[in-house]
Each structure stands twice: as structure tokens, then as C-alpha cells.
């Protein structure tokens, strides 16, 4: 799971890479979150000297990795999918192919992109209705039995002191960075851009997640969105 | 439950309203959303007459009310708002008290306001997934699964052909109206305002639905937002 | 020329207000930006007392007041703007009568929603520009010679070394506070509900001036944007 | 001046294109506006044949191309540039040099990303006065006297009947079109991402345009951003 494009590709393709020496009849998996373009040219590389290519990014974070329960989106050829699949759910709980090479990338970053846009939303309803005199834990507990609710607010709400154990509980340290979901609408913004697909809140979310990274919010958890809207202030 | 301000307020205090021989001591329950400024000032002419009034807005929509499962979100004196929990449990099966009058108001809105906000990233993200050749059945149980799931994705998918017995199975006939979210966003942004609260996504999720009005799609379900960045067309 | 809505109706409203001992006659001109349906309320009032009100707020900023050439958009009689006519000449250099009472906020409150918007694009474009590489002066006059020129531009740059005399050349001290343009940018949202009028560029330059208020940047020229999006830091 | 990467690439490297018997010593010209990549492989492979070749996008619309009055942007090598100027001032009165290979399109974007931030929001502006109740022609003229004047209010109103010969007075017919636009902010989105440049206005304003072209207006002029706000109806 590494951070970018030119990283993902270098680690392959560069000196010393993985393609160096790669044993025939390899599969090799890979869960970074990319352009789905980066897997289609790894896969063509890896079939030229006999071996297999997924894209296996995943969902839900730190905490679903530590306890095994991680969805794998996975891109590329079904046989080869299916052999995988016994080590991919060492660590996942739910599989699931979605297409040829490069699938499983689009999938996780459309959910990504919902998800960038739910923590906003969150972070937008929670602030309002605690300026209007709402109890935050309250506010929370009714958007969880009403039609608001989502994970980024049952699992992970980013107001401090509502839930333990989450990032908005220790200032934001940890968790998934402002950098790195910006990082993943942005490519969002590719695809969209490639196919004249619609995504203006996806687009806004994206300048959102870009600016906190502006005001010294880029290696908090990205649910600091909340603290960005507060007061826009630098940690 | 009646679709605005002033017609709330004129259904009280207008010739022959309800205020006109209302006997003292009753207790209005009003379950319209509309601004907190609104109940504020009808309990004031309650209490004068002897009587006393609670703002009760809900959220579920057509499916909550049918079955009886709606949540109540009330505002009001607490002492009346336990009187009145037997009648509101009829058709609730979560009643909250959320703090003095228009308190009902200001949770309803802003679970609203997030709720706008998710169905236009769910519209969004199944769009440009279902265009990059993602099979649309696929990445809903993708997203409900993970980190994207929402009330608006697991319950009430805007995407034609994926659910049963939701306004997207019937062309968004019937359902909670884009003309009505639009009003609802409206009152968070007045109240956003008035706090100087920053709402970036729900400021830009009222333009879309207001946009969709526009565009001939005020009388249909908001999950038409599906269809509006789709192809933006009148039905 | 008094800051918003509330000030404005107390200053003639109020004990010792302007219209306790008014004389009968008077013609009272008020240059604030407020919403129209404050000084339609104040033009009953006086109209009761035997005077006129005239909403006339202006355009052009420190710099035009200075020299004498602001633009005055007048709400009112107009027999009676024809008889304010002289008075206002001497600090406007054009003065229009945009119709009834209230029609001079509702022109200027559309001029700064547009003037809102451009100025952050004008920030956008600029930053883009010289983070490609491109060289300031020379992006601006190019801009300035093309088809993205406007006043922001033109008059009022907000990079820093660009123009002398500027805000963008005093660390964005003095001008139009960040905090009085997203006053008026929360009218025109307010008016464009009333109306049911699209303005998603509107709506999203509101928060995004609404988002510097938050940080540090209330009291600061609203030209500060430029500021806000390279770096979201306090000043 | 050819609409997209793809295709300019390919008249120049495809089967007969232009790199085809191209005489050594050449010097190519190319007005298109596409990503400065392009330009950039382009003169790579222009000097591996001896040959020169300089990005040289404009501004001014067909009105000022049919008067010779185009700003040329131009990105390459200086000399170059000034043995072209006796050509390019045939239909230019502004030539400008931006800097190297690429750079007269980064010039060209974030113009036109200010134009089409510009152009939504004198749309948008005029929209909701006019719903207000003012005179069309008048708030035109107040804006153009004011901090909200810019090109698109100035020579290009959007609003019909304002001002002859401009797209809004047929209808949009000609003129640059919505798709156009929105394949430059698309571009201007791609090198947003790339510098981590925040461009919220920007960003929006591309999702318009977008959904324009989903709304049927991908081949009318992009003021037709008037009509799409109006009514978000087919033409």
C-alpha cells in the first residue's frame, strides 16, 4: 500500500524493482489506491514474463485492518482472483471482484470519494447544530436512527469527545490522512474528467480536503475536517 | 406536517385557525419543518392562551411513517414533551427531546442538510463508477460495506434498478420531493448564516436542488439528483 | 454606512434614534448594505412621520469614496432620488435609480456576489498560474488583455507585488474586510432563497469568505483570499 | 486550433501528419488549447528533425480573431518566438512570451478558468436581480460601473436583449461552446491537482459546464450558463 502513482510504478518497474527477478507464474497484489491506468500497465508488464497482476485496494481503515475485517476491491483476471483470494482474506473480510485490471481501483475510489464527502457533511451538520445550542452527543444519536446516518458518523464521527478510540479523540493523530484523501479525489477528479461524469460535490469536497492540507492539516486524520471548519486553524 | 413557514404560521393564528377557540391547556404538537423561528413564536401565543406547544419535526420519510418507525425530534418544555410522548409514540419508535423550543427544528435540519448531502454523493460516486464499467448492483453492495455506506446508499439508492419499492424503481414518483429538500437546505442556510456557520457542501447541495427545480424535477423524489447528473433532462 | 441589518434599524428606530425629533420633510438617504426589507420598513415609518427614505448604497470602495466617484444605486421615489440628486453627486460620480424602495440594496448586493466570486477567481487563477511557473506581472497582464480581465483584476489585484496601493500591497491590512463581503454575500444567499434563484458561484464564494473569517482573516481585505487558498494560515 | 490533446497530437504524429516530410528549419505554430504536455513531447520531437515549435493559444473569441485582435500566449524558446511575431501579429495585437515550451497554455487555462468563473457568475448575478425586480439593462450598467464589472458583463452579457451580436442575442447559437469550456477547465482541474493547487471556484465552476453538456448545451455558447440557471432546460 504506498501513497502514489509514480511510487506504486517505481517500486515495480524501477532498479532493483519487484519486476526484477520476478518468478514465472507469480500473482502479485497490490493495495495501493492509484490511477486504474497504473495497474493496466503493470499487468501487461507482469504477463510478459508469465505472471499475474490485481489490484486489490481496500476499505475501512486502520481499525477493520487490525481486526481482519477489510473489503478487497479487486481488478483483473477472475481465475487468478479466485486463486487469491485465500491470501487476501487473511486480512479481509468481504471480496470482491469487480471487473478486469484496474476495477478494483475504480470502485475504491468512488467509494472514497462518498466517503470524502460524508466526513464533510458530518462535519458541516455537527458544527451547525452545536452553534445552534444542540448537544453534540444527542445530535449525533439522532442522525444515527434518521436518515443522515453514515459511517462517518456512526463509526468515526469527527466531533472530539462523542466516541473513544477514533481519531477526533486524540486530536486527529493517526488514522487516514487529509493528504492522502485528497490524494484519492483527486483522482476521483480524474476519472471524471476522462468520462464527462458530474461530480460537483465530489469536486468541492476534493478543494475541501486541499485546502486543509494548506492550513497544516495534511498528516491529521482527515476528519479534521471538522476542526478546518471550525476555526481553519493550523494544529 | 405543512410544507412552509407561512403556511404553518397562518394555519395558526389565521381566521379560523387553530388558535381561534383553542381550549386551554392543550398541547399542539407541530411536526412541519420550518424555521425554529416559527414554533418560537407560536409557543409564545400558546402559553398566553393557557396552552403550550411543541415542535416535532421527523425524519424516516414515507416508509418510517407507514410502518410506525419514525424518530421525532422535539423541541419544547420538557414536562409537555412527556405528556405527550404517548400520542408521539403512535407513530415514532424514537422520541428525543432535543432542548427547548425549535430545538426539533434545528436537529431536523441539519440531519436534513447531511442527508441532501448524501444523496448527492451517492448519486455522484454511482454514476462515475457505473460509467467507468463498474456493474451498478456490484458497487452498491461494494459501498455498503464499506467506508461510503449511508442511509441514502443501503436504504433508499437513488440508482434505478437496484432496489424494490424505492422512489428510483418508479421513475422518482412519490418519495420526499427535490422541491422539499430544497427548502430544507434553505433553512440551513439561513441559519448557517446566522451563526456563521461554514456549510461549503451544504450550501453547494441546496444550488443542485434548487438547479433540479429548475429543471423540472420539483415534484419528484430528491433521489432524482440520479437522473439530474446524468443527463440533467426533464422528465 | 453601518455594518448590517440589526445596527441599521436600531440607529433609527432606537431611543435617541434618527427618527425621534425628526423634521417633518426630511429626506433620509442610508448608504449600508443591508437586506430591502429593512429599508422598506424604515420608508413606512418615515412616510408616517411626514419624510422620505431612500436606500443608497454604493460601490467602488475606499479608493472611489476618496476621490469622489462612487457609483450610488438608489431604492425609492423617484421624485424624491431627483431632489437627493445634488447631495449624492458630491461623493458619487453616477448615480442610478434602480426603482422602489430597496431596489438600491438589491443592485448592490448582486454587484458584490458577482464582485465576491471574481475576486476568489482572480486569487485561483493567479495562484494556479504562478505555482505552473508563469510569472506574475506578465499572467496578470495577459489576463488583463484577454477575456478573464475584471476589476479584481484590473484594479485591485490581491498578489502581493503586483500593484502599489493596493490591499495585496499592505499584507491585505484596511479596504473591505473578509467579514463585510461574506455579510453580503449571506444577503444575496438570503434573496436568492426568497426567490428560488440559483447561485451555486454565489453560494460557494459565501463559505469560502465565511471559511476566512474562521481563519484570521475577518479584518483583513477580502482580497486576503489569495492568502487563504495558497496557504489557509492566520495572518 | 484543433479541440483536444488527442487529436493535435495526432495530426502531428499520425500516419501523413505534419511531422511527415517536414522541412528542417520549420517553425510550427500550434493555437489549440490542450494540457502543456502536449507541447512539450511535440517540440521534443520537432527538434529531433531540426525543427521548432512554440504553444501559441489565444484569447478574444471569434469576434476578436475576426478583427485581428487576439492576445497571443506563447510557451517556447525566445528567439523562436520573436522570428514568429511577423506572423502571429497578423491576427494579434498582443503577443505575449510566457516562458518556455507549455507555458503559453498555462497562460491560456487560467484565463479561461477565470472567464468561465466569470461568466457563471455574471449569470448568476443578473439572474437573481432580475428576479428582484430590477431592469436587466440597468443592473448591466450598474455592474459595468461597478466592482463587478468584468469582460464576460461587458462585451459578452449573457443575459438576451442586452447587447447585439453576442450569442445571448441568438439564441447561443455559435460563439465558444459550453464543451469547449469545460474540456479547458477540465484541463485546468488536471494541473490544479498536479501542483496541489486549491481552485474551489474553479472546481464548481467546471461541474457547471459539465452538466451544461449533459443538459444539451455542450454545442451552444457557454453564456448559455444564463439559461441553464434559469430553467436547466434543453434548448
Given at each position: 500500500m504506498l501513497p502514489n502513482n509514480d511510487i506504486v510504478t517505481n517500486v515495480y518497474t524501477g532498479k532493483d524493482g519487484v519486476f526484477e527477478g520476478?518468478?514465472?507464474?507469480?500473482?502479485l497484489l497490490d493495495s495501493s489506491t492509484v490511477d486504474p491506468s497504473v495497474p493496466t500497465a503493470?499487468?501487461?508488464?507482469?504477463?510478459?514474463?508469465?505472471?499475474?497482476?490485481?489490484?486489490?485496494?481496500?476499505?475501512?481503515?486502520?481499525?477493520?485492518?487490525?481486526?481482519?475485517?477489510?473489503?478487497?476491491?479487486?481488478?483483473?483476471?477472475?481465475?487468478?482472483?479466485?486463486?487469491?483470494?485465500?491470501?487476501?482474506?487473511?486480512?479481509?473480510?468481504?471480496?470482491?471482484h469487480c471487473g478486469g485490471i484496474g476495477m478494483g481501483q475504480a470502485a475504491k475510489i468512488c467509494n472514497n470519494m462518498l466517503?470524502?464527502?460524508?466526513?464533510?457533511?458530518?462535519?458541516?451538520?455537527?458544527?451547525?447544530?452545536?452553534?445552534l445550542g444542540l448537544d453534540g452527543k444527542q445530535l449525533m444519536d439522532i442522525?444515527?436512527?434518521?436518515t443522515g446516518r453514515c459511517w462517518s458518523s456512526?463509526?468515526?464521527?469527527?466531533?472530539?469527545?462523542?466516541?473513544?478510540?477514533?481519531?477526533?479523540?486524540?486530536?486527529?493523530e493517526g488514522g487516514?490522512?487529509?493528504?492522502?484523501?485528497a490524494?484519492?479525489?483527486?483522482?476521483?477528479?480524474?476519472?471524471?474528467t476522462r468520462t464527462g461524469s458530474p461530480i460537483p460535490m465530489g469536486a468541492l469536497a476534493s478543494q475541501i480536503y486541499r485546502l486543509m492540507c494548506k492550513a497544516g492539516l495534511e498528516v491529521r486524520d482527515f476528519s479534521s475536517v471538522y476542526k478546518f471548519i471550525q476555526?481553519?486553524?493550523k494544529i
Open positions: 520476478l518468478q514465472s507464474g507469480s500473482i503493470l499487468e501487461k508488464i507482469a504477463n510478459s514474463k508469465g505472471s499475474f497482476f490485481l489490484d486489490t485496494p481496500v476499505s475501512g481503515g486502520v481499525i477493520a485492518a487490525q481486526s481482519g475485517e477489510l473489503t478487497f476491491m479487486v481488478g483483473g483476471d477472475k481465475q487468478i482472483f479466485e486463486k487469491a483470494q485465500g491470501v487476501l482474506s487473511g486480512m479481509g473480510k468481504k471480496l470482491v466517503l470524502g464527502i460524508s466526513m464533510a457533511g458530518v462535519a458541516e451538520a455537527m458544527n451547525l447544530g452545536i452553534r442522525i444515527n436512527n434518521s456512526e463509526i468515526y464521527n469527527p466531533v472530539p469527545g462523542l466516541m473513544p478510540n477514533v481519531p477526533s479523540a486524540r486530536d486527529y487516514f490522512y487529509s493528504g492522502l484523501i490524494k484519492d479525489l483527486g483522482l476521483a477528479q480524474g476519472l471524471a476555526d481553519g486553524q
